[in-house]
T-cell receptor, first 116, second 114 residues
Framework: AQSVTQPDIHITVSEGASLELRCNYSYGATPYLFWYVQSPGQGLQLLLKYFSGDTLVQGIKGFEAEFKRSQSSFNLRKPSVHWSDAAEYFC??????????????FGGGTRVLVKP | DVKVTQSSRYLVKRTGEKVFLECVQDMDHENMFWYRQDPGLGLRLIYFSYDVKMKEKGDIPEGYSVSREKKERFSLILESASTNQTSMYLC?????????????FGPGTRLTVT
């Protein structure tokens, strides 16, 4: 069965500093990987996704993520954090194909606090 | 823009009541999903549907049922609400295909059962 681990429950970062959120997955085949962000009181918004190809993926809002098959990781990064990046971030792994119903398995989330 | 709407943002119900949560999407997506979100546990899949009148259990279906009579609408039903069903409920939709399409989420319904 697929699973996702986000080891950090909370991260506090100063505005302007860099941010890295960790995600480790367990999946038997080539995974479909996603990062979503949830701002307070909102639903989830897709930041970026990885299916195949270049292992460094660019997303919206200046975020990027790197797929490392050898480490089963898909870490999210941003070079310079803005106060508006304070939110909860979710990593997810999916099973492609109609038979799997395109389901996603989510990690527990990492809450990011931004200090002025 | 894809839009997924949920009938209520906040809901307060009493133990034993029957509760309906409604979700509507406007992008002709085949797949629709219901999740519950609890602190530290992320999102857990309750049920999903890949076609009208079709449904599949997710990871935590106990105490819930669903209905999909029209392609755009997916309802989550709590037959007899209990306090341990107090949670945030998120609906999502996506295309069904050979690859994996991203899911689009509604704003959520925060349900409190007293």
């Amino acid at each position: 069965a697929q699973s996702v681990t986000q080891p950090d429950i909370h991260i506090t970062v100063s505005e302007g500093a860099s941010l890295e959120l960790r995600c480790n997955y367990s999946y038997g085949a080539t995974p479909y990987l996603f990062w979503y962000v949830q701002s307070p009181g909102q639903g989830l918004q897709l930041l970026l996704k990885y299916f195949s190809g270049d292992t460094l993926v660019q997303g919206i809002k200046g975020f990027e993520a790197e797929f490392k098959r050898s480490q089963s990781s898909f870490n999210l990064r941003k070079p310079s954090v803005h106060w508006s990046d304070a939110a909860e971030y979710f990593c997810a792994v999916g099973a492609g194909g109609k038979a799997a119903g395109n389901k996603l398995t989510f990690g527990g989330g990492t809450r990011v606090l931004v200090k002025p | 823009d894809v839009k997924v709407t949920q009938s209520s943002r906040y809901l307060v119900k009493r133990t034993g009541e029957k509760v309906f949560l409604e979700c509507v999407q406007d992008m002709d997506h085949e797949n629709m999903f219901w999740y519950r979100q609890d602190p530290g546990l992320g999102l857990r899949l309750i049920y999903f549907s890949y076609d009208v009148k079709m449904k599949e259990k997710g990871d935590i279906p106990e105490g819930y049922s669903v209905s999909r009579e029209k392609k755009e609408r997916f309802s989550l039903i709590l037959e007899s609400a209990s306090t341990n069903q107090t949670s945030m409920y998120l609906c999502a939709s996506s295309f069904l295909g050979g690859g994996l399409y991203e899911q689009y989420f509604g704003p959520g319904t925060r349900l409190t059962v007293t």
